[in-house]
């Protein structure tokens, strides 16, 4: 309904104008008053002001009647020009022209400009009403995340939640304040401290600096067996110069972790960058995807990856609370379409199919939603149960 | 005096005040302005010590000291050339290491740069305008970041702006 | 839809503008009543679509609507919402709708109290200003739309810069605009009386109104402008001859060379193809600071975003309208008959020496601002025009004038009597010198030269007191009879004695402050004390504080005169999350005109913190004397005469037939 609704708007206001501009052409042609009248009116002021400032000795006599004479001279030129310029009937057929014009341009440029440069289609969309009904569009559950933050800055499971997806989305000032406030309220811990230390690791180009490397020695402390903590701390040996230190961290951390950990390729890589010998863990070690590069970008990526399982989780937690209020719920079309795709983008096949039979229950497939769940189902590889008309 | 007479005096002074400011325009050019030097200019011109120049390019990491009271010593560099840089006041909020800077001063009588103002404007994004154009003309910047960072820049690379 | 409704009202804008901008001067030459009212009834339109518009953008603003490009781009959801208004215009595509904006107000106001104008005149001159405004509506809507849109919306904006996330930013770009393009009225008035080939004194009287308003309001925006890089940037300097600056300053300049000579072309109907031309130089003066400001051929704060093609488009609405109005110029000037005669010693004379010494400054102004400019696409060499240069041209040049202005007033119209003015100025000018030197002795030190610079502020001041004194003939009547006759006085003489004053007062200060203030750099611990100007400062320490979208550590500070108390002040750093950029906040103390302005440099590793102390005496008389010039500004403009030539209808019929009565008499 929106759209529609706008055109007929736009519509009136084009017509609005376009009768406004036509006012004077309607109105019988009114006789051109006497140009000159404003001009005698000033002259005459002038003559009077004259005498005020000759009162005032601002002018001198001599001077003041010279002046008067001239003031004379063009009052009555003025006088004249007006009694004689006169009026000139404007003949309707002159207006034909121009009335067309006037009635053509505005809606003819209007639509021809408006069309290549508006989005005509595209609702208002004031913060407020999308924070309300926020879906699951990850940066909106952020700002509301940090609009709850604003509100409530010690709610340390919040910051949390925020640290990481700051850090991968590379807000790192963000980043790094959420999870010194987390650490401080929820105290410290290997996962937190590690994100810190990524966060500022990646504030200074990939540079394992002091800071940095006080909170990943604080998280292996704490966890000796988190190999993200531990890999970075032997980052900062080998950026300091400590090699064999670095190497021996390292294949440490490739002995105790299981030859198909993500982070293998990496490990084993700064292993031979340090001068040690890659032990021959199974095919990771000559995977394509330890192309020579930059560390830093790599490690970056690498920490990408691994905090993979915390965004899956959180979207999963979102799907499901959109699935709980859709069974309170079930008249939303919008609400149904993006669960379906949710599941089928989340892999969870099953769920998602469940999804589109509660969701055609809500919305048969012969009406226009209907359609339009099964089109999705199609796209997503879905069967749709009595969706073939 | 004539009316003839009265007109020619009040044009001659109008001509000789237009005149006299010309002059002045002159003089005043001669005077203050301050022409813009990279450090890899300066090791190629003479300068004279006390000539006002302005010094422009990239602050060098860890340049930066600080000296007694209020004084700060920095490197100036465009990749090419360094100049050493002393600055006694209060530096801008966006003075910052690695980052464009133009630095308005003379060379003292033992060939050291003295600033009297330094200038690194207000936006984050803002690099001084003769400074981007002569950097970007060598390759040592480019919009956005000054590759003269060197490691990071895949770092930078990954902003997602949302 | 409500963005949508606004993006096609300013569609239809330009529409509306397109035929404003050609019928009503068809009309004129037709002498057809019905094109020429068109005018009329389309600026209004234009006006109401263009406003429309502007609301439209606002309220994306409001509501954080990131579907918006340009409200994405420049505002942050958390911002306060007085910000969340100031910043439509906090942007490169915003600043242009108000102006626009601006534009079309002004157009709407001829329209609406332009009764009293010829019908040929008027309806030429609303086609000029549409004229413009499809320039610039094609401009925006091209090059600098803001109501582009994105899809998906982003959660967040980027927030805007947070220098200008300052009250003014509210109130210094509208009311710059406010003067900026009112002289388009002025400009608007010119090219339509060229294409009529008429001006005389009438012309001169209605175009004076719109010259008064715009440089009202100019000097107002320009004043605030001042004050806030002075507060804002924690500089401490309150002019920097910026080129942004110098683009506002040289339509001011010119501005009030029209304003002047516009009074004798109303007057006596002299200078006229002077003030026609003045009129189109000030308004391109305001068009050139527009290209220079928007097109990002200068680097500054103002220039939000560079883009070449939108230099380039502004540049070609430059040549058409500048290069236009000077061919129209060159062709019809020549016909144009010239006034009256008055001799060398006379109020014209003094006014045409006003003119010609505030011309020669803008040029120089001029040069100084677009000498690099030239010099590097010529040669490609770089060099900086900076403050020295225009101290020592502009600053000299104006001299001349300061010791004139008193003059001015006290010379009579046509033939005047020097002498006279000369005997009547000896005690202001000894109590001027007193005064300087009393100023000097007070607070000690500076070089002598200063006592005269002192003086010139007080002879302005002085003088326009004298002014009204020997108008009311005061010491030669009676008390109660001197005071009926000063109130027996045009608004306008007090207008004018007011604005003198006011150039006194903003004199005054900048000697003042010059000379007398000091500047303290040092380096302080907490308990640590500094004295500047008679205070001592003592430095309490340092605090973390949070601000909705900013975090700042802040100094506290206080002041003691001898032993006592007497204030205390906050100054900090702040930092600006949403763009992480750090901004210095000055504190500010203000005791009398004079004020004590502290802004905090770096910390030291031994937790001391480098201080930045002035003591800046007398600066407020720098923006206070503008403020007195503005409010001159508005007694001058509820001048009675200044509404003359409304030919009231009832008082049509008699005047036409009497005049030649009134001329005899």
């Given at each position: 309904m929106g759209p529609?609704?706008?055109?007929?708007?736009?519509?009136?206001?084009?017509?609005?104008?376009?009768?406004?501009?036509?006012?004077?052409?309607?109105?019988?042609?009114?006789?051109?008053?006497?140009?000159?009248?404003?001009?005698?009116?000033?002259?005459?002021?002038?003559?009077?002001?004259?005498?005020?400032?000759?009162?005032?000795?601002?002018?001198?006599t001599q001077e003041a009647e010279y002046a008067r004479a001239e003031i004379g001279r063009r009052l009555l030129a003025a006088a004249g020009a007006g009694s004689v310029s006169g009026t000139v009937a404007a003949k309707a057929s002159r207006h034909r022209v121009a009335t067309a014009i006037v009635t053509l341009l505005p809606p003819v440029l209007g639509l021809c400009l408006y069309l290549s440069l508006g989005n005509p289609g595209l609702p208002d969309q004031p913060l407020q009403a999308r924070l309300a009904n926020p879906g699951n569009n990850l940066a909106l559950l952020v700002t509301k995340a940090e609009r709850h933050l604003a509100q409530n800055p010690q709610d340390g499971a919040g910051w949390d939640l925020l640290a990481p997806i700051y850090l991968r989305s590379m807000r790192l000032g963000d980043a790094e304040l959420a999870f010194r406030n987390a650490v401080r309220i929820l105290g410290p811990s290997a996962t937190r401290l590690t994100g810190l230390g990524e966060t500022l690791v990646a504030a200074s180009d990939g540079v394992v600096t002091d800071d940095a490397r006080a909170a990943f020695e604080q998280a292996v402390k704490l966890d000796p067996d988190n190999p993200r903590a531990r890999f970075y701390t032997g980052l900062g040996l080998e950026q300091a110069g400590r090699a064999p230190e670095a190497k021996d961290v390292f294949e440490k951390i490739a002995g105790e972790s299981p030859s198909d950990a993500p982070w293998m390729p990496l490990v084993n890589e700064h292993i031979a960058k340090n001068g040690g010998q890659v032990a021959p863990k199974g095919a990771a070690g000559s995977d394509a995807a330890q192309a020579p590069g930059n560390p830093s970008s790599q490690d970056v990526a690498a920490a990408g990856q691994m905090s993979q399982g915390d965004r899956q989780q959180m979207i999963r937690g979102?799907?499901?609370?959109?699935?709980?209020?859709?069974?309170?719920?079930?008249?939303?079309?919008?609400?149904?379409?993006?669960?379906?795709?949710?599941?089928?983008?989340?892999?969870?096949?099953?769920?998602?199919?469940?999804?589109?039979?509660?969701?055609l229950t809500q919305f048969p497939a012969v009406g226009e939603d209907g359609k339009q769940l099964v089109a999705l189902a199609q796209e997503m590889g879905l069967a749709a149960e009595g969706a073939n008309p | 005096m004539t009316r003839k007479q009265k007109r020619l005096a009040v044009i001659l002074g109008g001509v000789s005040f237009i005149t006299v400011a010309v002059l002045l325009v002159m003089f005043a050019f001669s005077q203050s302005v301050a022409y813009f030097f990279m450090p890899a200019d300066i090791a190629q011109t003479e300068i004279r010590p006390g000539t006002r120049i302005r010094l422009g390019g990239l602050v060098a990491e860890g340049s930066v000291k600080r000296g007694q009271g209020s004084t700060v010593s920095f490197t100036v560099t465009d990749g090419k050339g360094n100049v050493p840089v002393t600055y006694t006041g209060i530096l801008p909020d966006l003075f910052r290491e690695g980052q464009g800077v133009v630095t308005e001063g003379a060379f003292d009588a033992s060939h050291a740069f003295v600033a009297d103002s330094v200038l690194a404007k207000h936006d984050e994004t803002y690099m001084p305008k003769d400074v981007a154009d002569r950097l970007k003309k060598e390759g040592v910047w480019e919009d956005g970041k000054a590759t003269a960072k060197g490691a990071g820049m895949p770092v930078a690379q990954g902003v997602v702006r949302q | 839809m409500i963005i949508e409704i606004g993006h096609y009202a300013l569609v239809l804008a330009l529409a509306t503008a397109l035929i404003v901008s050609v019928m009503p001067m068809i009309g004129a030459r037709?002498?057809?009543?019905?094109?020429?009212?068109?005018?009329?009834?389309?600026?209004?339109?234009?006006?109401?679509?263009?406003?429309?518009?502007?609301?439209?953008?606002?309220?994306?603003?409001?509501?954080?609507?990131?579907?918006?490009?340009?409200?994405?781009?420049?505002?942050?959801?958390l911002m306060p919402l007085i910000y969340k208004f100031s910043g439509v215009w906090g942007n490169h595509e915003g600043?242009?709708?108000?102006?626009?904006?601006?534009?079309?107000?002004?157009?709407?106001?001829?329209?609406?109290?332009?009764?009293?104008?010829?019908?040929?005149?008027?309806?030429?001159?609303?086609?000029?200003?549409?004229?413009?405004?499809?320039?610039?509506?094609?401009?925006?809507?091209?090059?600098?739309?803001?109501?582009l849109r994105l899809d998906p919306a982003p959660a967040e904006g980027q927030d805007l810069n947070p220098v200008l996330q300052d009250l003014g930013l509210a109130i210094h770009p509208p009311l710059l605009y406010l003067g900026y393009v009112g002289f388009s009225v002025c400009f608007s008035f010119a090219v339509a009386a060229l294409i009529e080939g008429r001006i005389d004194a009438a012309w001169a009287r209605w175009v004076r109104p719109w010259t008064l308003a715009a440089w009202t309001f100019l000097t107002a925006g320009i004043a605030m402008g001042s004050y806030w890089a002075y507060y804002e940037l924690g500089w401490g300097g309150w002019w920097f001859w910026d080129p942004v600056e110098n683009a506002s300053f040289m339509p001011w300049l010119a501005g009030t060379a029209l304003l002047h000579s516009a009074l004798v072309m109303e007057k006596r109907e002299a200078l006229k193809i002077w003030t026609v031309l003045l009129a189109i130089i000030t308004f391109s003066l305001s068009l050139l600071g527009t290209f220079l400001v928007r097109s990002g051929v200068l680097t500054s704060v103002h220039s939000f975003a560079t883009d070449p093609t939108r230099g380039i488009f502004i540049l070609c609405i430059l040549a058409i309208f500048i290069g236009g109005a000077?061919?129209?110029?060159?062709?019809?000037?020549?016909?144009?008959?010239?006034?009256?005669?008055?001799?060398?010693?006379?109020?014209?004379?003094?006014?045409?020496?006003?003119?010609?010494?505030?011309?020669?400054?803008?040029?120089?102004?001029?040069?100084?601002?677009?000498?690099?400019?030239?010099?590097?696409?010529?040669?490609?060499?770089?060099?900086?025009?900076?403050?020295?240069?225009?101290?020592?041209?502009?600053?000299?040049?104006?001299?001349?004038?300061?010791?004139?202005?008193?003059?001015?007033?006290?010379?009579?119209?046509?033939?005047?009597?020097?002498?006279?003015?000369?005997?009547?100025?000896?005690?202001?000018?000894?109590?001027?010198?007193?005064?300087?030197?009393?100023f000097f002795y007070i607070y000690n030190g500076g070089p002598i030269l200063s006592i005269f610079g002192l003086a010139l502020g007080f002879w302005g001041m002085f003088g326009a007191v004298a002014d009204l004194w020997y108008r009311g003939n005061f010491g030669k009547v009676k008390l109660g009879v001197a005071f009926r006759r000063l109130s027996g006085l045009p608004r306008s003489t007090f207008g004018t004695a007011l604005a003198h004053f006011g150039l006194g007062v903003t004199v005054l200060g900048i000697f003042a402050a010059t000379t007398f203030g000091t500047e303290t750099v040092t380096e302080m611990k907490p308990g640590a004390s500094v004295d500047a100007g008679g205070y001592t400062l003592t430095f309490d320490g340092m605090r973390e504080a949070a601000g909705p979208n900013y975090t700042e550590s802040r100094g506290h500070f206080t002041v003691k005169r001898g032993s006592v108390s007497v204030a205390e002040t906050w100054s900090s750093k702040r930092l600006y999350t949403a763009r992480r950029m750090p901004t210095t906040e000055a504190g500010i103390l203000s005791f009398g005109a004079s004020q004590l302005y502290v802004s905090l440099g770096d910390p030291m590793a031994d937790g001391g913190i480098v201080v930045r102390i002035w003591w800046k005496p007398f600066i407020l008389c720098i923006w206070g004397g503008a403020l007195v010039m503005m409010f001159a500004g508005f007694v001058s403009l509820s001048d009675r005469r200044l509404r003359v030539g409304a030919p009231s209808r009832k008082a049509k019929a008699a005047k036409v037939v009497k005049p030649g009565l009134e001329a005899a008499e």
């Amino acid at each position: 309904m929106g759209p529609m609704v706008l055109w007929i708007l736009l519509a009136f206001l084009t017509a609005g104008v376009a009768a406004v501009l036509l006012m004077p052409f309607a109105r019988t042609a009114a006789a051109t008053p006497a140009d000159r009248a404003g001009d005698v009116e000033v002259y005459r002021d002038q003559l009077e002001e004259l005498n005020r400032d000759r009162a005032q000795g601002l002018i001198g006599t001599q001077e003041a009647e010279y002046a008067r004479a001239e003031i004379g001279r063009r009052l009555l030129a003025a006088a004249g020009a007006g009694s004689v310029s006169g009026t000139v009937a404007a003949k309707a057929s002159r207006h034909r022209v121009a009335t067309a014009i006037v009635t053509l341009l505005p809606p003819v440029l209007g639509l021809c400009l408006y069309l290549s440069l508006g989005n005509p289609g595209l609702p208002d969309q004031p913060l407020q009403a999308r924070l309300a009904n926020p879906g699951n569009n990850l940066a909106l559950l952020v700002t509301k995340a940090e609009r709850h933050l604003a509100q409530n800055p010690q709610d340390g499971a919040g910051w949390d939640l925020l640290a990481p997806i700051y850090l991968r989305s590379m807000r790192l000032g963000d980043a790094e304040l959420a999870f010194r406030n987390a650490v401080r309220i929820l105290g410290p811990s290997a996962t937190r401290l590690t994100g810190l230390g990524e966060t500022l690791v990646a504030a200074s180009d990939g540079v394992v600096t002091d800071d940095a490397r006080a909170a990943f020695e604080q998280a292996v402390k704490l966890d000796p067996d988190n190999p993200r903590a531990r890999f970075y701390t032997g980052l900062g040996l080998e950026q300091a110069g400590r090699a064999p230190e670095a190497k021996d961290v390292f294949e440490k951390i490739a002995g105790e972790s299981p030859s198909d950990a993500p982070w293998m390729p990496l490990v084993n890589e700064h292993i031979a960058k340090n001068g040690g010998q890659v032990a021959p863990k199974g095919a990771a070690g000559s995977d394509a995807a330890q192309a020579p590069g930059n560390p830093s970008s790599q490690d970056v990526a690498a920490a990408g990856q691994m905090s993979q399982g915390d965004r899956q989780q959180m979207i999963r937690g979102m799907v499901d609370s959109l699935a709980a209020r859709l069974k309170e719920d079930p008249k939303n079309l919008d609400g149904w379409l993006r669960l379906v795709r949710s599941y089928a983008v989340l892999g969870n096949k099953a769920k998602a199919q469940e999804a589109l039979k509660s969701g055609l229950t809500q919305f048969p497939a012969v009406g226009e939603d209907g359609k339009q769940l099964v089109a999705l189902a199609q796209e997503m590889g879905l069967a749709a149960e009595g969706a073939n008309p | 005096m004539t009316r003839k007479q009265k007109r020619l005096a009040v044009i001659l002074g109008g001509v000789s005040f237009i005149t006299v400011a010309v002059l002045l325009v002159m003089f005043a050019f001669s005077q203050s302005v301050a022409y813009f030097f990279m450090p890899a200019d300066i090791a190629q011109t003479e300068i004279r010590p006390g000539t006002r120049i302005r010094l422009g390019g990239l602050v060098a990491e860890g340049s930066v000291k600080r000296g007694q009271g209020s004084t700060v010593s920095f490197t100036v560099t465009d990749g090419k050339g360094n100049v050493p840089v002393t600055y006694t006041g209060i530096l801008p909020d966006l003075f910052r290491e690695g980052q464009g800077v133009v630095t308005e001063g003379a060379f003292d009588a033992s060939h050291a740069f003295v600033a009297d103002s330094v200038l690194a404007k207000h936006d984050e994004t803002y690099m001084p305008k003769d400074v981007a154009d002569r950097l970007k003309k060598e390759g040592v910047w480019e919009d956005g970041k000054a590759t003269a960072k060197g490691a990071g820049m895949p770092v930078a690379q990954g902003v997602v702006r949302q | 839809m409500i963005i949508e409704i606004g993006h096609y009202a300013l569609v239809l804008a330009l529409a509306t503008a397109l035929i404003v901008s050609v019928m009503p001067m068809i009309g004129a030459r037709r002498g057809d009543m019905a094109m020429m009212t068109l005018a009329t009834t389309g600026s209004l339109a234009l006006f109401a679509l263009v406003l429309m518009s502007f609301g439209a953008l606002t309220w994306a603003y409001v509501v954080s609507d990131f579907s918006v490009v340009n409200v994405w781009e420049n505002s942050h959801s958390l911002m306060p919402l007085i910000y969340k208004f100031s910043g439509v215009w906090g942007n490169h595509e915003g600043s242009m709708m108000l102006w626009l904006l601006i534009l079309c107000l002004f157009s709407a106001m001829v329209a609406l109290f332009g009764r009293n104008l010829p019908e040929t005149l008027k309806a030429n001159v609303l086609a000029v200003q549409a004229l413009i405004a499809s320039a610039f509506l094609f401009f925006i809507l091209l090059t600098s739309n803001p109501f582009l849109r994105l899809d998906p919306a982003p959660a967040e904006g980027q927030d805007l810069n947070p220098v200008l996330q300052d009250l003014g930013l509210a109130i210094h770009p509208p009311l710059l605009y406010l003067g900026y393009v009112g002289f388009s009225v002025c400009f608007s008035f010119a090219v339509a009386a060229l294409i009529e080939g008429r001006i005389d004194a009438a012309w001169a009287r209605w175009v004076r109104p719109w010259t008064l308003a715009a440089w009202t309001f100019l000097t107002a925006g320009i004043a605030m402008g001042s004050y806030w890089a002075y507060y804002e940037l924690g500089w401490g300097g309150w002019w920097f001859w910026d080129p942004v600056e110098n683009a506002s300053f040289m339509p001011w300049l010119a501005g009030t060379a029209l304003l002047h000579s516009a009074l004798v072309m109303e007057k006596r109907e002299a200078l006229k193809i002077w003030t026609v031309l003045l009129a189109i130089i000030t308004f391109s003066l305001s068009l050139l600071g527009t290209f220079l400001v928007r097109s990002g051929v200068l680097t500054s704060v103002h220039s939000f975003a560079t883009d070449p093609t939108r230099g380039i488009f502004i540049l070609c609405i430059l040549a058409i309208f500048i290069g236009g109005a000077f061919t129209l110029f060159a062709w019809r000037a020549p016909s144009l008959k010239s006034g009256g005669l008055f001799a060398p010693i006379s109020r014209e004379g003094a006014l045409v020496l006003n003119n010609l010494i505030l011309t020669v400054a803008t040029g120089t102004v001029l040069t100084g601002t677009l000498y690099p400019l030239v010099l590097e696409t010529l040669t490609g060499e770089k060099i900086s025009v900076g403050a020295p240069f225009f101290n020592m041209t502009f600053g000299l040049l104006m001299l001349p004038l300061l010791v004139a202005v008193p003059f001015g007033p006290l010379l009579a119209w046509k033939r005047g009597d020097l002498l006279g003015a000369l005997q009547r100025l000896y005690l202001v000018a000894g109590l001027s010198l007193v005064a300087g030197l009393v100023f000097f002795y007070i607070y000690n030190g500076g070089p002598i030269l200063s006592i005269f610079g002192l003086a010139l502020g007080f002879w302005g001041m002085f003088g326009a007191v004298a002014d009204l004194w020997y108008r009311g003939n005061f010491g030669k009547v009676k008390l109660g009879v001197a005071f009926r006759r000063l109130s027996g006085l045009p608004r306008s003489t007090f207008g004018t004695a007011l604005a003198h004053f006011g150039l006194g007062v903003t004199v005054l200060g900048i000697f003042a402050a010059t000379t007398f203030g000091t500047e303290t750099v040092t380096e302080m611990k907490p308990g640590a004390s500094v004295d500047a100007g008679g205070y001592t400062l003592t430095f309490d320490g340092m605090r973390e504080a949070a601000g909705p979208n900013y975090t700042e550590s802040r100094g506290h500070f206080t002041v003691k005169r001898g032993s006592v108390s007497v204030a205390e002040t906050w100054s900090s750093k702040r930092l600006y999350t949403a763009r992480r950029m750090p901004t210095t906040e000055a504190g500010i103390l203000s005791f009398g005109a004079s004020q004590l302005y502290v802004s905090l440099g770096d910390p030291m590793a031994d937790g001391g913190i480098v201080v930045r102390i002035w003591w800046k005496p007398f600066i407020l008389c720098i923006w206070g004397g503008a403020l007195v010039m503005m409010f001159a500004g508005f007694v001058s403009l509820s001048d009675r005469r200044l509404r003359v030539g409304a030919p009231s209808r009832k008082a049509k019929a008699a005047k036409v037939v009497k005049p030649g009565l009134e001329a005899a008499e």
